[in-house]
């Protein structure tokens, strides 16, 4: 078996301090509020007392009722009309009063006092009322030289109370006199008309302004004050002082120690991240470290996840609910497997745990959602079951959300517009998948989904293996379908080692009928031919797959499995006929496959399938005894020459694939009931 060996390497660890720079970088420039509280818990830290001044911010619900009671409450707009004053005071001053003459100048005095308070038509109670206010508290406003004031509406006269204003004023001055009978045959309640106009547009503006306005602090705590003691029970108020504090500290202070430690500790920090990184990579798949477009594809993925999130943080908080973080593990799920996936995307996570202000809620919503879309998608990934996908990382995102809303309490109308954001990133982690064909392209990788576009048997290739040698192109189907349930049993890549046994002998089709399973009846290809020139001629159909495979542009993946089925082993049949016609062994290299030894179990069970399919053909008898006796004699042939010895397989596992092709081989060569022949009478 292959061993493990710590990477070693600047192509290895340059991108990873490529990443580790670029973490830096991005992270946070200010600390984070290191407290955890909630309503009706215990204050468990020491007294805080507020280092600086700060406004204490309104609750949503507080702002939201606000809102409600300004909607319900419209102030009037009045426009002053200066012109109104300046006419009736002429009209005062030529009034014919016969013997009273002498009270026009009082009468231009009163009108003068009146007019500077304003009138209103003795349709204002009305207006007031449109505007739903209540008349003991009623207020206006004034639009007078350019400048808009608010009055009580009880200092202004209507058209009947300035009439009032000035009979009362006769009557006190000229008691003698009727005078009524006076305003009414002397024209003076005509000087009376309202010189302030209502202005509804205006009136509806100022009000909508008035609403969607709201002043977001009900006061401001000064330094020094206390904000919660030891001990101390939070209540409402306490909690809001808190989250009022929570926020003017990341914002203005956020760190009040030196910058130098604070750097210090974002570089230890993304330290760890990296290191944690590079040890999952390492327990989980070492092999990733020798493929570089793999590696760093799975870098990037890691680098766009965290960047993402310091960048959410940083601008809208609220954002963080509508990205679609389980995005990432599909991305991973594309081109690793799940040992793989499931702990970079949780490492991938931990820029949310310790940075957002809600760090625990969301790294469990969205870590819980990630496994469901890690197990889901390999059942629903296909047209729109790809939607059912999304729909179960929904559900889970929700019921992880409101799992921590209960325990903090729901607040409010907000938690329907975080849900809206969960079910708009659902939606997101399908319309974004496709994206992954461009990644494919970018890192020159081979998703799971063309590797199952490569096993369609009407791609050009195979539809030239099936016509040009059909009896290839029909042991190629036997070895996928052995291999594939050789694969599942150990958790191989499936879609890949399917494609890798459709592949495998693609060469064949050059020289078709150099192989016996193409033979047509009667034709020997070999006759004539000595055991160096038929095994040479069998050895080349490798150099002419991998020809083939470069030709049409097949992913060097699949190319593996064309330069690793034969390894480096010899062409049994020909060798020994050659060493029993007395040939030379220290003269036999022609008789070796010059390929590569298998490095990957996928590698490994297309080996041992290919030479077993082929190899069954040639028992006589097909009992369990039998077949497990091929089947070990093959495996102990292949670890005797070495082939295994560079391969990432256990001893377990291959104990395992033996049981497995055992198994399956005794199911394909069961024997068949004889069918009993009628007698004719």
């Known amino acids: 078996m292959a061993k493990v060996n710590f990477p070693r390497g600047f192509k290895v660890y340059l991108p990873l301090c490529v990443l580790f720079l670029i973490l830096v970088l991005i992270l946070p420039r200010s600390g984070k509020f290191n ?131 000035i009979l009362a004023s006769l009557e006190s001055i000229v008691p003698s006199v009727n005078a009524d009978s006076l305003c009414l045959a002397g024209g003076i309640y005509d000087l009376i008309v309202p010189n302030l106009n209502y202005d509804a547009q205006t009136t509806e503006l100022v009000h909508e302004e008035s609403v969607n306005y709201v002043s977001p602090t009900s006061g401001v705590v000064n330094a020094g004050q206390l904000i919660v003691s030891h001990g101390e029970i939070i209540t409402a108020e306490v909690e809001q002082l808190l989250d009022s504090y929570k926020v003017e500290y990341e914002a203005s202070l956020g760190y009040d120690g030196p910058r130098f430690f604070l750097w210090s500790g974002n570089v230890m920090l993304v330290l760890i991240m990296v290191i944690l990184l590079f040890f999952t990579i390492y327990f989980t798949n070492y092999r990733i470290f020798s493929e570089m477009n793999r ?68 790294f469990v919503m969205y870590l819980t959602a990630g496994v469901v879309a890690i197990m889901s998608f390999s059942y629903f990934n296909k047209g729109w079951l790809q939607f059912v996908t999304a729909s179960l990382v929904f559900l889970t995102s929700v019921l992880g959300y409101f799992t921590f809303e209960f325990i903090n309490g729901i607040k409010g ?86 494609a890798g046994a459709m ?59 064309i330069y690793t089925h034969h390894g480096t082993t010899c062409t049994a049949y020909f060798y020994n006929k050659y060493l029993n016609d007395g040939g030379d062994p220290d003269d036999a290299g022609d008789f070796y496959y010059k390929g590569k030894k298998p490095s990957t179990k996928e590698q490994i069970i297309i080996m041992l399938c290919d030479t077993l399919e082929a190899a069954s053909r040639t028992l006589k008898d097909y009992s369990p005894a039998s077949i497990s006796e091929l089947v070990d004699r093959i495996l102990k042939t292949k670890m005797d020459d070495g082939q295994f010895e560079d391969a990432d397989i256990s001893i377990k596992e291959l104990n395992i694939v033996c049981k497995v092709l055992k198994e399956y081989l005794q199911q394909v060569h069961h024997a068949r009931v004889v069918y009993p022949k009628r007698n004719v009478r």
């Open 295 to 362: 590696y760093l594809y799975l870098l990037t993925i890691f680098a766009l996840t965290a960047t993402i999130t310091f960048i959410a943080e940083k601008t809208n908080p609220e954002i963080l609910y509508l990205i679609p973080f389980t995005l990432s593990a599909l991305y991973l799920m594309a081109f690793f497997k799940k040992r793989v996936v499931l702990p970079v995307y949780m490492i991938s996570l931990l820029p949310l745990l310790v940075f957002a202000h809600n760090g625990v809620e969301l």
């Open 503 to 561: 592949y495998h002998d693609i060469g064949k089709t050059v020289n078709p009928q150099c192989f016996i399973e193409n033979e047509t009846l009667g034709a020997k290809y070999h006759a004539g031919l000595s055991p160096r020139e038929s095994a040479k001629e069998i050895i080349r159909h490798v150099q002419d797959g991998m020809n083939l495979a470069e030709k049409h542009n097949l992913p060097d993946v699949v190319k593996e499995f």
């Open 35 to 165: 407290y955890d509280y909630r309503k009706g818990s215990t204050w468990m830290y020491e007294t805080l007392i507020a280092q600086f001044d700060f406004p204490i911010l309104k609750t949503d619900e507080q702002i939201q009722r606000e809102k409600e009671r300004i909607g319900t409450s419209v102030i009037p707009y009045y426009q002053y009309v200066s012109e109104v004053e300046l006419q009736k005071k002429r009209q005062a001053e030529s009034l014919e009063l016969a013997s009273l003459d002498s009270l026009k100048t009082y009468l231009v005095s009163i009108l003068s006092d009146i007019y500077g308070r304003g009138i209103v038509s003795e349709s204002a109670d009305d207006e007031v009322r449109d505007s739903q206010f209540q008349p003991e508290n009623a207020v206006i406003i004034i639009q007078k030289d350019k400048r808009a004031s608010k009055y009580p509406i009880s200092e202004v006269y209507t058209v009947k109370s300035a009439q009032e204003r």
């Open 413 to 498: 109308f907000n938690d329907y517009r975080n849900v809206l954001f969960l079910l708009l990133g659902s939606l997101l982690t399908v319309a974004g998948y496709p994206i992954i064909y461009l990644f494919e392209r970018v890192f020159m990788l081979v998703s799971s989904t063309r590797l199952v576009e490569l096993c369609d048997t009407n791609n050009k290739l195979l539809r030239i293996l099936a016509h040009n040698a059909p009896g290839t192109f029909q042991h190629s189907l036997q070895v996928m379908n052995l291999a594939d349930a050789a694969a599942r049993s150990i958790d191989a890549n499936v879609e890949l080692i399917r």
